[in-house]
């Protein structure tokens, strides 16, 4: 196998400039990171980047001294950002401070929205607060439980999506955000996902959020011993891959690719017996993997890199011709 074919995680995926603003983050250094930042070419661009930088700077104390070195917009959202993440770590282990970290982070990301009113970033910090709330819906926090804009969707953090999405109209984490917290409250994400398809435009990331929920799906049902791979060969899966790689892989903008969406249809066409279209997109993966989606489909998740490269392997030879559909396997 070439080195260029060789496959290799790293939380910077596609965008090289990110992958240096974030090995000196880890070492406590924040000036790449500011420069980055202000380099921006979009809301969604400055979204992903300072999520990877807040999940490395969260482990250390760089965001705090850029804060006292060199106060700016910048360094207040990126305190927001991290802020989030440490209470969103302490969620996930269980830590009895999860809820004061929470509170502290919600203060940080109002302070930053004061401060920056045209980010989206802060609102979209909010919504990953929001999935820490609880099930019951009597107990939530009022911005938590607003009602829907479509008839039969649950109540959730509506209102704060709305706010992170007219400053970034489909801002790719600000949804997902919002499927992880209405999944969170124990409600049926599958409408949601099904509702927002109908409407996002060629070239949108949101177009995939369909295949993230069944992925997990999948994943969870399997080891229940629920489920078998020809869940994927079904409708509506087969047809929201197809969708995807028709409708956002040909018309999306490669140079603010997320790595996991490529990686999510990569799985979903090859789960599916799409072999020549995933082959197209295992191309444009290259290198580029990421554990999920293929944690969830392979049969020990730990052993997830064998089944990306067993898929690969079997798609890379085939290249895409005719009609989607005709190029099945049978």
């Known amino acids: 196998m070439s080195a260029a074919l060789q496959p290799r995680f790293h939380p910077a995926g596609f965008d090289e400039a990110l992958r240096t603003a974030l090995d000196d983050v880890r070492t406590g250094r924040w000036r790449t990171t500011s420069e980055l930042l202000r380099q921006c070419p979009t809301w969604g661009v400055r979204t992903a980047r300072s999520q990877v930088l807040a999940a490395a700077a969260a482990q250390g104390d760089a965001v705090e001294a850029w804060l006292q070195e060199e106060p700016s917009a910048d360094a207040m959202v990126m305190r927001a950002r991290v802020m989030v993440q440490r209470a969103l770590n302490a969620h996930r282990a269980g830590q009895s ?77 600000a949804w997902h955000r919002m499927v992880q917290a209405i999944r969170a409250y124990g409600q049926n994400a599958f409408d949601l996902v099904r509702w927002v398809s109908t409407w996002a435009p060629e070239g949108s990331p949101l177009l ?80 580029f993997v990421t554990p999920e989606p293929w944690k969830h489909v392979a049969d020990v998740p730990e052993r997830w890199l064998e089944q990306f490269e067993h898929a690969r392997d ?10 989607l559909h005709a190029a099945r396997r049978q």
């Open 97 to 173: 401070d999860a809820g004061v970290l929470a509170d502290r982070g919600r203060a940080a990301c109002w302070e930053a929205a004061r401060y920056y009113p045209d980010d989206p970033v802060p609102w979209v910090c909010l919504l990953v607060l929001a999935q820490l709330d609880w099930p019951d819906e009597a107990q939530r926090r009022t911005e938590h439980r607003r009602s829907s804009p479509e008839y039969l969707l649950p109540s959730g953090p509506w209102g704060l999506l709305h706010e992170a999405d007219r400053r970034d109209p489909g801002n790719r984490e």
């Open 208 to 287: 995939l959020l369909p295949l993230y929920v069944h992925a997990e799906h999948y994943a969870r049902q399997r080891a229940l011993g629920k489920l078998t791979p020809l869940y994927w060969t079904t409708d509506p899966i087969s047809y929201y891959t197809a969708r995807a790689f028709d409708r956002w892989f040909k018309h999306a903008d490669r140079s603010s690719w997320s790595a996991l969406d490529v990686n999510v249809l990569a799985q979903a066409l090859f789960s599916s017996g799409f072999i020549p279209q995933a082959g197209v997109v295992f191309e444009a993966i290259g290198p």
């Open 314 to 323: 079997r798609c890379l030879p085939v290249r895409a011709g005719g009609p």
